[in-house]
């Protein structure tokens, strides 16, 4: 914008006092014009794409204190008092993850606003180097909490697995030590009446022989 407000006066000028040079002046602030459009368009896919991999970045944290809190639910069953710690902590480190996604997605226009100022300035060159540092740091950084979410992810199902089984095993030795006191409180209650049938049994086969 800098250039065409201040050249093109003067190319219109110079063009009309020397044919030849014009030209040459005016195929030059094209080319000037054709470089600097395509300056912007690489520094905003710069930033379209530090603004994209910073949200994969937070949702990689995102998934990535899911993961964690979804592992100390799991080990709340054996971990009461301290489970129940760290999942509050998780929680709110959750809270904050969401809150700074709300965040940057609001100040997507900010941050192009400053961008189309800074385009202005002569350290532009600079800010694409900058961007790109930060977007490819940004990309592994959003690899490596995705795949640390996806391994939180597995260990919280293998231990509500093992929590699973624990309950079960639990629930069965309680329902195998209900089954045998039943049975012996049933022997118990039963033996009275067998003594008694036996004895009654004795005194019959004494009758009978006596008789």
Request: charged share 0%; hydrophobic share 85%.
């Amino acid at each position: 914008m800098l250039t065409a407000v201040v050249f093109l006066p003067l190319a219109a000028l110079v063009l009309f006092l020397f044919p030849t040079l014009g030209k040459l002046l005016l195929t030059l602030l094209l080319f000037l014009l054709l470089a600097q459009g395509l300056f912007l368009l690489t520094l905003v896919f710069l930033l379209l794409l530090a603004l994209g991999f910073a949200l994969l970045f937070l949702l990689a944290l995102h998934f990535l204190l899911l993961a964690l809190g979804t592992l100390l639910l799991a080990l709340r069953f054996f971990l009461l008092p301290l489970g129940a710690l760290l999942l509050t902590v998780v929680l709110f480190l959750l809270a904050a993850v969401v809150l700074l996604l709300l965040l940057l997605a609001l100040g997507a226009l900010l941050l192009a606003v400053v961008l189309v100022l800074l385009l202005l300035a002569p350290g532009a060159f600079v800010l694409i180097l900058l961007l790109t540092a930060v977007v490819l740091v940004l990309l592994a950084a959003g690899v490596v909490l995705l795949l640390a979410a996806v391994v939180l992810v597995l260990l919280a199902g293998v231990v509500l697995l093992l929590a699973t089984v624990v309950l079960v095993l639990l629930l069965a030795g309680v329902v195998l030590l209900a089954t045998v006191v039943f049975v012996a409180l049933t022997g118990v209650l039963l033996l009275p009446t067998v003594v008694l049938f036996a004895l009654a049994d004795v005194f019959l086969f004494a009758a009978v022989v006596l008789l």
